[in-house]
């Protein structure tokens, strides 16, 4: 049997003091049966995070000649990625790459072709700072609400993806709202969103999201509940 490859898509945005630990734990990641390859796009860093990845080795650096947000730097890697399945990695330390295994098995049981880690099914998660806590509950609320679905955690950063299907989407977002865009264009499409629990480390400093994008993801979600 033919060896599946995991593409893990790393955006990266002023993440000089995370970025090392991150890509080795994602480097030494062991995935029975998958080969894995690691693609990492900088956001036109301000802070030394692109002098340190200039130093590395092990993955496929990618550019951008301007700051332009996840969902852009996201778009960049995922025209780049040659795997089978797709999964989004944040460089904060906020997710353990461990809990790339649990999301993968489903695709690979073809259980589903989408799966969310969520925050939420693991009770032993602390839940961070409560207005960004609240703002996911609203954001997952809502999503729910216009979509039927029965998500727990539809901000979380672990979406990973059967390829042929993300790369089926045209993505509009080129920030934090590419997210939302995403899960509704699925979801309109009538398929099953599966979640896994999975670990969560809340940064205490440093947070890139906002109110604003909150009201953002709100109404991305209301949006293509309607557009097509």
């Known amino acids: 049997m033919e060896k599946k ?5 790393i955006p990266v ?21 998958i080969k894995k390859e690691i693609i990492v796009i900088d956001d036109a860093s301000r802070d030394k995070t692109k002098e340190i990845l200039y130093k590395q080795k092990e993955f496929k650096l990618l550019e951008q000649s301007k700051n332009q947000g996840k969902g852009a730097a996201f778009k960049m890697g995922l ?18 790459p461990q809990d790339i295994k649990k999301c993968l098995q489903p695709i690979l049981a073809k259980e589903a072709l989408v799966v969310y880690g969520s925050r939420e099914l693991n009770k032993k998660n602390s839940k961070g700072k409560s207005i960004f806590f609240l703002g996911g509950k609203i954001v997952t609320w809502f999503c729910n609400l216009l979509y039927g679905s029965h998500l727990t955690d539809e901000p979380t950063c672990y979406k990973c993806f059967s390829a042929q299907l993300i ?10 709202e590419w997210e939302p865009e995403v899960t509704a264009k699925i979801l309109k499409r009538g398929l099953l969103i599966k979640e896994v629990p999975i670990q969560y480390f809340p940064r205490q400093d440093g947070k890139k999201i906002n109110y604003l994008d909150g009201i953002k993801a709100l109404w991305t979600l209301l949006k293509y509940r309607f557009k097509n």
């Open 5 to 9: 490859l995991l593409s893990i898509i």
């Open 13 to 33: 945005y002023n993440e000089e003091k995370t970025i090392l630990p991150l890509l080795k734990k994602v480097q030494e990641l062991k995935i029975f049966n």
């Open 79 to 96: 025209k780049k990625a040659q795997g089978d399945i797709i999964i989004v990695q944040d460089a904060d330390l906020e997710y353990d």
């Open 167 to 176: 790369k089926s989407l045209r993505i509009e977002g080129n920030g934090f």
